[in-house]
């Protein structure tokens, strides 16, 4: 069985690769859902890494229909990452009625090649997730990212496991959101092979001087950082080495 951490910057990445996380997904504002993330923290993380390195690929915050110059920018972070020796991208377009944009995904399929594509959270959106299941198949895409259209992946598990079985293992199926030591046993008993999550915990900033009455909009986190937790990553690994 494989873990995949979402990281959220460089050390993010460095931390589950300590930890023992077998693939990273890359991306910046976790907060918003996560967005593409720079070329020099592509870059950079690329260097420090030996295992796997998935890219988000999400020109913004917000819904999954994307105009035509969103669709440009999007192929061209796709190439971008396979400049820089990425393993994989993790997309996903849907059309305005809640179906998979079969089209332009597979585009964006075929363009990723040889590195895979996951499609992601995008599918918890559409409108009727097998008949998105067969159409994200027909796409050619590695694996699907889900939560089984729930918030966390727990309150999705019943949709998550009848994922796995109709797929069949035509496709993975993915388990993310909420993942954690509390709730790995029955994720893993759905039959899946892969798991995503964060394993964030928040760190105080080494700032030694901060700015009384100054803040970005949230004087709480001014001073946090949202970061990979080694520890939280390491209970979710010893739980699915039990089963592998």
Not at 198 to 211: D, H, V, W, Y
Request: aromatic share 6%.
């Amino acid at each position: 069985m494989l873990l995949e951490v979402c990281a959220n910057s460089i050390q993010s990445a460095i931390n589950a690769q300590i930890a023992g996380a077998h693939r990273i997904e890359l991306c910046e504002n976790l907060a918003q859902g996560g967005t593409t993330p720079s070329f020099g923290l592509i870059s950079e993380t690329r260097k420090h890494l030996t295992i796997k390195l998935n890219v988000l690929i999400r020109p913004r915050p917000g819904d999954f229909l994307y105009s035509d110059l969103e669709f440009e920018i999007i192929k061209k972070d796709i190439e971008k990452c396979k400049e820089l020796g990425v393993d994989g991208v993790v997309c996903g377009i849907l059309l305005s009625n809640g179906d998979i944009d079969i089209d332009r995904t597979k585009e964006l399929v075929e363009l990723a090649k040889p590195m895979s594509f996951t499609f992601h959270r995008a599918f918890d959106f559409t409108n009727d997730p097998y008949k998105a299941l067969e159409e994200i198949i027909a796409t050619g895409a590695n694996r699907i990212l889900t939560s089984g259209q729930q918030p966390t992946a727990i309150q999705g598990i019943h949709l998550i496991w009848d994922l796995v079985k109709t797929a069949n293992e035509r496709i993975s199926i993915m388990p993310g959101s909420g993942v954690n030591a509390d709730c790995i046993d029955y994720l893993i008993e759905t039959g899946t092979q892969e798991f995503h999550m964060s394993g964030t915990a928040q760190i105080e900033s080494k700032m030694a001087f901060r700015k009384l009455g100054m803040t970005l909009g949230n004087p709480d986190e001014d001073y946090k950082i949202n970061e990979s937790n080694i520890e939280k990553i390491k209970l979710v690994l010893e739980i699915i080495k039990k089963y592998s």
